[in-house]
Nanobody, 128 residues
């Protein structure tokens, strides 16, 4: 079982930036993808970004060109750099670990909730 702890959320104005981190510990399969999803009140879960072990990435259309996912394997840490933030990005952000074949598949799986390991979340609030 892998433990995931997110940090880095906060309140920013529209156009601002935040960098989220997710520290992973415990047993994690080397074949797992890592990703971020978000959940806002009265909205569906949305897979935001995923990175596979080969470094390939996939992003939701809503964040392409603004968000960048990366990982530091040596430190077992996942990152999400968020630039040009909009009020619509306001949500609780979670990281997740899940088995995957490709990052595209994993992004779909995260959106559908097909994962068993996720963190407690970190709140991101963007004001206009």
């Amino acid at each position: 079982q892998v433990q995931l702890v997110e940090s880095g959320g906060g309140s920013v104005q529209s156009g601002g930036s935040l960098r989220l981190s997710c520290a992973a510990s415990g047993r994690r399969s080397s074949s797992d993808c890592m990703g971020w999803f978000r959940k806002a009140p009265e909205k569906e879960r949305e897979g935001v970004a995923v990175i596979a072990n080969d470094g390939s990435t996939s992003y939701a259309d809503s964040v392409k060109g603004r968000f960048t996912i990366s990982q530091d394997n040596a430190k077992n840490t996942l990152f999400l750099q968020m630039n040009s933030l909009k009020p619509g990005d306001t949500a609780m952000y979670y990281c997740a670990a899940l088995p995957c074949m490709t990052s595209v598949q994993a992004l779909s799986d995260i959106t559908k909730g097909h994962f068993e390991n996720w963190g407690q979340g970190t709140q991101v609030t963007v004001s206009s």
